[in-house]
């Protein structure tokens, strides 16, 4: 396989933030570093960025930016409009900065070789945009809701188990008691505290029932978006609106992600050596996406519960001596694969 210093001439690393990117030239050839400045994140600061870096290059340039989902998005757009290819690259770890300390310069150059010695095929493409980013906005708001609506909940709990307003609250709330709290009318034969602990009962009842109509809109704006990018996704056992629009969002497009191996080390998925004298084993991985990891948690963890095939597999992992975990785990792995295949069939 080739590498990334015989197909290109130059690197760009590109450490990002909200105000300004950093960029530094290396040749790769020699590995020297060509030269490096920071230009504002504008328009007008992005095309002095890529006027910069035609006058200092001769040949072919490959672009190494962090963060493309966040701070490097409108970076990642310039290079692309402008024709200069783009590898995503991790933010340097603890460890590493301790060795060689850390400046804007110093991360940008990281980047650029952090990527030299690489093949072409396994480096990183960023995520595309367009109408994933609809999914993407979705599911961030559908986390914020859901979390705002947890906290309503465990305020409401908290004030019907310290005020007692005549309701039973040993127990978790269900709906119904919730729809009715939010229909409480006010009072006026009772004392101040029970009148405002009514009333900011009602207010935090009234604000849950709001947020899980906005959640289940929400749900269904999911379903439909996700369709439309990645049909029949959806129909695969376990794989609902919330699991299909994780998986879009971090598969993004053909070419991304390079084989189902590593599409499996991206979700946390790939098995983990776990083995220790004369016992032969492997665990969870603990990295990658979590989102991702979690959305095939979901969907291993709904295929346990109701789908057939998949109840006979544990049943007979459990007869052999294997635990839960490890049973999940390898159903983990075969959901991932299984959907990375199906990705490549219909996101062609």
């Not at 980047?111 to 480096?123: D, L, M, N, P």
């Not at 007692?164 to 009715?180: E, F, H, M, S, Y």
């Not at 052999?320 to 075969?334: A, C, D, P, Q, V």
Request: glycine content about 6%; overall charge positive.
């Amino acid at each position: 396989m080739s590498t990334v210093a015989n197909d290109y001439d130059y690197v760009v690393g590109v450490d990002t933030h909200a105000r300004t990117h950093t960029y530094t030239v290396v040749e790769t050839r020699t590995g020297a570093v060509i030269d490096t400045a920071s230009f504002p994140v504008s328009g007008p600061g992005l095309t002095r960025a890529i006027t910069w870096i035609r006058r200092r290059t001769s040949g072919i340039v490959l672009a190494a930016v962090e963060g493309t989902s966040s701070y490097g998005a409108s970076a990642v757009k310039a290079f692309t409009d402008n024709g200069i290819p783009v590898s995503e690259v991790r933010p340097p770890s603890r460890a590493s900065r301790t060795e060689r300390g850390k400046t804007d310069a110093i991360d940008a150059e990281a980047a650029a070789r952090s990527v030299i010695g690489r093949h072409t095929s396994q480096i990183r493409k960023p995520r595309a945009s367009g109408d994933r980013n609809a999914l993407r906005i979705l599911l961030t708001s559908r986390l914020l809701m859901d979390h705002q609506r947890t906290a309503d909940r465990n305020a409401l709990t908290a004030l019907l188990r310290t005020v007692d307003v005549g309701v039973d609250a040993r127990k978790p709330l269900t709906d119904t008691r919730i729809k009715d709290i939010s229909n409480w009318r006010n009072r006026s034969n009772i004392d101040l505290v029970t009148m405002v602990a009514r009333a900011e009962a009602r207010r935090l009842a009234s604000a849950i029932l709001n947020r899980t109509k906005e959640l289940e809109n929400n749900h269904a704006l999911l379903g439909r978006h996700a369709e439309e990018l990645a049909p029949g996704l959806q129909n695969i056992p376990g794989v609902g609106p919330v699991t299909a629009a994780i998986i879009i969002c971090a598969y993004s497009h053909t070419g991304r992600i390079h084989s189902e191996a590593a599409f499996a080390a991206l979700a946390g998925v790939a098995p983990q050596p776990a083995s220790s004298g004369n016992t032969t084993r492997h665990r969870l991985n603990r990295s990658g996406d979590r989102q991702l990891n979690r959305a095939f948690d979901v969907i291993v963890r709904t295929r346990m519960s109701f789908d057939v095939n998949t109840r006979s597999y544990v049943e007979r992992g459990l007869t052999s001596g294997k635990t839960k975990r490890e049973i999940r785990r390898n159903l983990k792995r075969y959901v991932c694969r299984s959907i990375f295949r199906q990705l490549q069939t219909i996101m062609a």
